[in-house]
């Protein structure tokens, strides 16, 4: 599937043996969410007890895999940054379930979060800023006129109809992901409506957050990237504040 939208598509390098961040950094990582039997089993060796009986509730082998495998891979790329091995990182969780770094493990430090879907992960890490990540695979049966009036805030839904046909499937799924990386950055869940904030939505208009019923000061304090991680795929990150670069990596187990 072409893009339609015209949005720069980052470049995926490879990444550097030593990683570190600082505050004008932010790192995305892209991996599929298959690998070998063997691999996965290395990285089960990796979580925790509590996670290891979270994998085990998965009815289907497939979707104990791909956690196993996303869990995983996440304590890899953490013990990377913070020099620890990744069986030693442990986590915390808020009063919505977010997860965290446990505080003597960098939790007041670095910050992360994830998303995955179909065949892709994307992780988000950063130094002392709040941050979310979505991904969606571009699905046009479900990006109908019923749904984005069931979730998005009225101006985004009258946006969403003034485009061509053939762009309002994409642009319905950036619209998501733009949404759905602003409440995973505010680590409030599903208390935070949908159509409770206004995020930018047509292709020549810059990626933002254009309105939100918290404060008038709220759509200043963060800063949005539309990512492109992969053909039939859109992405976005929300990140707390300005003044970064924005890293992406290509990981290969």
Same mark, same amino acid.
């Given at each position: 599937?072409?893009?339609?939208?015209?949005?720069?598509?980052?470049?995926?390098?490879?990444?550097?043996?030593?990683?570190?961040?600082?505050h004008?950094?932010?790192?995305?990582?892209?991996?599929?969410?298959?690998?070998?039997?063997?691999?996965?089993?290395?990285?089960?060796?990796?979580?925790?007890?509590?996670?290891?009986?979270?994998?085990?509730?998965?009815?289907?082998?497939?979707?104990?895999?791909?956690?196993?495998?996303?869990?995983?891979?996440?304590?890899?790329?953490?013990?990377?940054?913070?020099?620890?091995?990744?069986?030693?990182?442990?986590f915390?969780?808020?009063?919505y379930?977010?997860?965290?770094?446990?505080?003597?493990?960098?939790?007041?430090?670095i910050c992360?979060?994830?998303?995955?879907?179909?065949?892709?992960?994307l !992780?988000?890490? &950063?130094? #002392? *800023?709040? $941050?979310?990540?979505?991904?969606e695979?571009?699905?046009p049966?479900? @990006?109908?006129d019923q749904?984005?009036?069931?979730?998005?805030?009225?101006?985004?839904?009258?946006?969403l109809?003034?485009?061509?046909?053939?762009?309002?499937?994409e642009?319905?799924?950036?619209?998501?992901?733009?949404?759905?990386a !602003?409440?995973? &950055?505010? #680590? *409030?869940? $599903?208390?935070?409506?949908?159509?409770?904030?206004?995020?930018?939505? @047509?292709?020549?208009?810059?990626?933002?957050?254009?309105?939100?019923t918290?404060?008038?000061?709220?759509?200043?304090?963060?800063?949005?990237?539309?990512?492109?991680?992969?053909?039939?795929?859109?992405?976005?990150?929300?990140?707390?504040?300005?003044?970064?670069?924005?890293?992406?990596?290509?990981?290969?187990l």
């Amino acid at each position: 599937m072409k893009s339609n939208l015209n949005f720069p598509s980052p470049t995926w390098r490879t990444p550097p043996v030593n990683l570190s961040l600082n505050h004008s950094l932010v790192d995305v990582w892209r991996s599929t969410v298959e690998c070998s039997p063997s691999k996965v089993r290395g990285l089960l060796s990796c979580l925790s007890m509590d996670e290891r009986t979270r994998a085990e509730r998965f009815y289907f082998q497939r979707d104990w895999r791909r956690f196993v495998f996303a869990r995983g891979l996440l304590r890899c790329l953490l013990g990377r940054y913070l020099k620890m091995e990744p069986n030693q990182i442990r986590f915390s969780y808020n009063s919505y379930g977010k997860p965290a770094l446990a505080y003597d493990c960098g939790g007041d430090t670095i910050c992360f979060n994830i998303s995955h879907s179909n065949e892709l992960i994307l !992780y988000a890490v &950063a130094y #002392g *800023r709040k $941050l979310g990540i979505d991904i969606e695979y571009i699905r046009p049966d479900f @990006a109908t006129d019923q749904i984005a009036q069931r979730f998005f805030a009225q101006e985004e839904v009258a946006a969403l109809r003034e485009l061509p046909k053939c762009n309002q499937a994409e642009s319905f799924f950036t619209c998501w992901t733009r949404k759905e990386a !602003y409440i995973k &950055a505010k #680590g *409030r869940g $599903l208390t935070l409506p949908l159509d409770s904030f206004v995020v930018s939505l @047509a292709p020549d208009e810059p990626v933002s957050l254009l309105s939100t019923t918290e404060s008038v000061l709220e759509a200043s304090r963060w800063s949005f990237e539309q990512l492109s991680p992969g053909l039939g795929y859109v992405a976005t990150l929300a990140v707390e504040g300005s003044g970064y670069t924005l890293q992406c990596w290509q990981c290969n187990l």
